[in-house]
């Protein structure tokens, strides 16, 4: 089997490393942060991922997984050597490359023989030529090397299983030989394996999180729409998902999409198409939408209870979804700064996110468990649809609460239901 290094500790090296032992490849794990590194070599995990713990502990156990801060240690013994750093916004939109830059140029330093270099970060068009030309400045004179495109379709909160099962593998490489021998790494797996040039890979990932947060946006319009001529959008999302054309997947109405991915690439794809002077319409309205579904559930809360002023708010949910830890661009945390800022006493809940919350967001209570912190509430907000929330016991939140209100950003709870249990129910589209 192949000796493999990822660089980058972070969600995506985490899970993809694991997985490339646990399918028998010996992987170095390579991340610049000592505590982060310190922390995986006593087996403490640094993410919420189910199923991820046990992946880890398995395969360190084998010696097959070890984790070090020195590329030394790791590229020069690796066949293939996988980006897998952060590529944030920046402030006008566009991907933070400098993690990729330094990673780039650091695995240069150290390659030796021949090594297949993999971008699985989500990194801008072109940016397979931009790390072979830093790899070429840095290497030695007698090492030579590939570089393939391979974005990774990984869902948070399901990425053990995704990568396991992928629904296909995209390479892109001017090598072609260079993305048969990475194919089989994949070969196991048995998806599709899609090869093409770099820059078309490359787009295949933004595209793909494009489409998909333009349906969440569309369907979170329709839910406006719904609010105000009387229908139900699960119904609605229903009758449409039977269409083949459609399906059902993303058409589940809320407070909007968050998260490591869906937000930051689709601003970058956006800064992309102006840059080369495209007219990025509809990229620019899925944000807006996305943005405005926050202040809307907020706005419909303050239209219940008028001011906010010292009212005590119940929010359970802070990640993004359910299923992790991770706060990033979470429409939780946006809409528990927005209640914040409005000065309402929140006492937020989540099932493994509040340290996260808590250090982002101090002004604050947390809560030990949903029914501490529905106590003496004004309101009870839901704002990730996690199955704890959807098998609470409502009569009991009811009695606990000052007053039944009930604010539904995930349409987690049918609305006569909860009505018949004597809430004041609000959920996002449904007029009926």
């Given at each position: 089997?192949?000796v493999?290094?990822i660089?980058?500790?972070?969600?995506?090296?985490?899970v993809?490393?694991?997985?490339?032992?646990?399918l028998g490849?010996?992987?170095y794990?390579?991340?610049?942060?000592t505590?982060?590194?310190?922390?995986?070599?006593?087996?403490?995990?640094?993410?919420?991922?189910?199923?991820?713990?046990?992946?880890?502990?398995?395969?360190r156990e084998?010696?097959r997984?070890?984790?070090?801060t020195d590329?030394?240690?790791?590229?020069p013994a690796?066949e293939?050597?996988?980006?897998c750093v952060?590529?944030p916004?920046?402030?006008?939109?566009?991907?933070?490359?400098r993690a990729v830059?330094?990673?780039?140029e650091?695995?240069?330093r150290n390659?030796?023989?021949?090594t297949i270099v993999?971008?699985?970060?989500?990194?801008?068009?072109g940016?397979?030529?931009?790390?072979?030309?830093?790899?070429?400045?840095?290497?030695?004179?007698?090492?030579?090397?590939?570089v393939v495109?391979?974005?990774?379709?990984l869902?948070?909160?399901?990425?053990?299983?995704?990568?396991?099962?992928?629904?296909?593998i995209?390479?892109?490489?001017?090598?072609?030989?260079?993305a048969?021998?990475?194919?089989?790494?994949?070969?196991?797996?048995?998806?599709?394996?899609?090869?093409?040039?770099?820059?078309?890979?490359?787009?295949?990932k933004y595209a793909?999180?494009?489409?998909l947060?333009?349906?969440?946006?569309?369907i979170n319009?329709?839910?406006?729409i719904?609010?105000?001529?009387g229908?139900d959008?699960?119904?609605?999302a229903?009758?449409?998902?039977?269409d083949?054309?459609?399906g059902?997947?993303f058409l589940?109405?809320?407070?909007?999409?968050?998260g490591?991915?869906?937000?930051?690439?689709v601003?970058?794809?956006?800064?992309?198409a102006?840059e080369?002077g495209c007219?990025?319409?509809?990229?620019h309205?899925?944000?807006?939408?996305n943005q405005?579904?926050?202040?809307r559930?907020?706005?419909?809360?303050?239209?219940?209870?008028?001011?906010l002023h010292g009212?005590?708010?119940?929010?359970?949910?802070?990640?993004?979804?359910?299923?992790?830890?991770?706060?990033?661009e979470s429409?939780a945390?946006?809409?528990?700064?927005?209640l914040?800022?409005?000065?309402?006493?929140?006492?937020?809940?989540?099932?493994?996110?509040?340290?996260?919350a808590?250090?982002?967001?101090p002004?604050?209570?947390?809560?030990?468990d949903?029914?501490?912190?529905?106590?003496g509430?004004d309101a009870?907000?839901?704002?990730?649809p996690?199955?704890e929330?959807k098998?609470a016991d409502?009569?009991?939140?009811k009695?606990?609460?000052?007053?039944?209100?009930?604010?539904?950003?995930?349409?987690?709870?049918?609305?006569a239901?909860?009505?018949a249990?004597?809430?004041v129910y609000v959920?996002?589209?449904?007029?009926?």
């Open positions: 089997m192949a493999i290094s660089i980058g500790m972070g969600y995506v090296g985490l993809y490393g694991a997985a490339f032992a646990d490849n010996q992987v794990g390579v991340d610049i942060d505590d982060k590194v310190a922390k995986l070599q006593r087996g403490v995990v640094p993410i919420y991922e189910p199923g991820l713990d046990e992946l880890i502990r398995r395969n084998a010696g997984l070890r984790f070090t590329y030394a240690e790791a590229v690796s293939f050597v996988f980006i952060g590529t916004s920046t402030f006008d939109g566009d991907a933070d490359m830059r330094s990673a780039a650091m695995i240069g390659l030796r023989g021949y993999v971008n699985k970060s989500t990194m801008p068009i940016s397979g030529d931009l790390v072979t030309q830093l790899i070429a400045e840095a290497k030695p004179a007698e090492a030579t090397f590939a495109s391979n974005p990774e379709f869902r948070e909160g399901s990425a053990v299983y995704d990568v396991f099962h992928p629904s296909r995209v390479l892109g490489a001017d090598d072609r030989e260079a048969e021998t990475v194919a089989e790494l994949y070969r196991v797996l048995n998806a599709p394996i899609l090869i093409t040039d770099r820059r078309s890979a490359e787009m295949i793909s999180n494009a489409i947060a333009t349906r969440i946006s569309f319009e329709i839910a406006q719904c609010e105000q001529l229908a959008i699960k119904v609605v229903q009758g449409m998902g039977y083949p054309r459609i059902p997947h589940e109405a809320g407070i909007g999409f968050g490591s991915c869906f937000p930051k690439d601003r970058a794809l956006a800064y992309m102006e080369a007219h990025p319409q509809l990229l309205t899925v944000l807006e939408i405005d579904q926050r202040r559930f907020v706005r419909k809360l303050q239209d219940l209870l008028g001011s009212r005590p708010i119940a929010l359970w949910g802070l990640s993004f979804k359910q299923d992790t830890d991770d706060i990033r429409p945390i946006d809409v528990l700064r927005l914040v800022q409005r000065g309402a006493e929140v006492t937020a809940y989540d099932p493994v996110a509040m340290p996260h808590a250090a982002l967001v002004e604050a209570r947390y809560a030990p949903p029914y501490s912190a529905v106590e509430a009870l907000l839901i704002a990730t996690w199955n929330f098998q409502l009569s009991r939140v009695e606990l609460m000052r007053t039944p209100i009930l604010l539904d950003g995930r349409n987690i709870y049918e609305p239901d909860v009505r249990l004597g809430f959920g996002v589209g449904r007029g009926v």
